[in-house]
């Protein structure tokens, strides 16, 4: 994760397994960036697996950004992400112009 400080946008890169075991260190990630007043962009593009806990954690996370006023957007969603998105029934964050990845 890089974050070039308070107004700036963080990238994080997330692990291959955004599923149940890894939603701690997800979580603990994103919170270290909307703390430090920056805004985020999550690049999904390697995500190989993805749980109903990876959608819990993005949403609430999009909710906290969106309550300091940062900026919040996801990158190149895999098919995993996508499918864990419509299992769960919840909107993909961006979708409307959200990068689609080919994996």
């Known amino acids: 994760m890089?974050?070039?400080?308070a107004g700036a946008v963080a990238k994080v890169d997330l692990?291959?397994?955004c599923a149940l075991r890894n939603a701690r260190s997800i979580a603990s990630s994103l919170v270290d960036v909307v703390n430090s007043g920056s805004g985020v962009a999550?690049?999904?593009?390697?995500?190989?697996?993805?749980?109903i806990t990876f959608v819990q954690t993005i949403?609430?996370?999009?909710?906290?950004?969106?309550?300091?006023?940062?900026p919040f957007t996801m990158l190149a969603a895999t098919e995993s992400v996508?499918?864990?998105?419509?299992?769960?029934?919840v909107t993909l964050p961006g979708a409307s112009h959200f990068a689609q990845s080919g994996n």
């Not at 890089?2 to 400080?5: D, F, K, R, W």
């Not at 949403?59 to 940062?70: D, H, K, M, N, P």
């Open 82 to 89: 996508r499918s864990a998105f419509e299992r769960a029934g």
């Open 42 to 51: 999550i690049d999904c593009a390697g995500i190989e697996q993805a749980d």
């Open 2 to 5: 890089s974050n070039a400080g």
């Open 15 to 17: 692990w291959s397994d």
């Open 59 to 70: 949403v609430s996370a999009e909710r906290s950004f969106a309550a300091r006023g940062l």
